[in-house]
């Protein structure tokens, strides 16, 4: 079955420092990845989505980068934290054949920017 | 802009009754769509999907679509208090498989 695992769970950074959050997914090959933000009472918020190695695409312009250096691995980055970066970073995961377009999320990283 | 809309809530229900939650979609080409479950400071968890029009049931969960009202609507039968959690709806909206979801209708089941 598969698996999806995102660290760290609970992040505190202070404003302009980097962020580095990673997701792994385990029991499947070559899906579609996604990072989502999900801020204090409002909705999901679609960051970035990827359907291979090295391809990026963003959903919204900001100070956030995504990056997929392995398959099953995708990571989010930023060189400079704002205190609008502040939320709840979900990964998410679907597979990339057929036509079955459910996405499955893992745990989050809560991340609170002072 | 394709959007899903959702009656933010508290929807209040007594333990045991059907709890109903509703979902209005803008994109007529809209396929497939989605029941998230989250629970307060967890991630969202799939519990429903539903690709054709009609009634998809699974449990005490009953999924129904309506293409031509673009109408999708989630009953949770002898509804308990651990179904107490926000609900998120999600229609398939495009490319890569990407999801449109609504900002999710928080359920309160009173024992």
């Known amino acids: 079955s598969q698996t999806i695992h995102q660290w760290p769970a609970t992040l505190v950074q202070p404003v302009g420092s980097p962020l580095s959050l990673e997701c792994t997914v385990e029991g499947t090959s070559n899906p579609n990845l996604y990072w989502y933000r999900q801020a204090a009472g409002r909705g999901l918020q679609l960051l970035f989505y990827s359907v291979g190695i090295g391809q990026i695409s963003s959903e919204v312009p900001q100070n956030l980068s995504a990056s997929r250096p392995q398959d099953r691995q995708f990571i989010l980055s930023s060189k400079k934290l704002l205190l609008s970066d502040s939320g709840f970073y979900l990964c998410a995961w679907r597979t990339g054949q057929g036509a079955s377009y459910e996405q499955y999320f893992g745990p989050g990283t809560r991340l609170t920017v002072t | 802009q394709k959007e899903v809309e959702q009656n933010s809530g508290p929807l209040s229900v007594p333990e045991g009754a059907i709890a109903s939650l509703n979902c209005t979609y803008s994109d007529r080409g809209s396929q497939s769509f989605f029941w998230y479950r989250q629970y307060s400071g967890k991630s969202p968890e799939l519990i429903m999907f539903?690709?054709?029009?009609g009634d998809k049931e699974d449990g005490r969960f009953t999924a129904q679509l309506n293409k031509a009202s673009q109408y999708v609507s989630l009953l949770i039968r002898d509804s308990q208090p651990s179904d107490s959690a926000t609900y998120l709806c999600?229609?398939?909206?495009?490319?890569?498989?990407?999801?449109?979801f609504g900002k999710g209708t928080k359920l309160s089941v009173k024992p």
């Open positions: 999600a229609g398939y909206g495009g490319s890569q498989g990407n999801l449109i």
């Open positions: 539903i690709y054709s029009n």
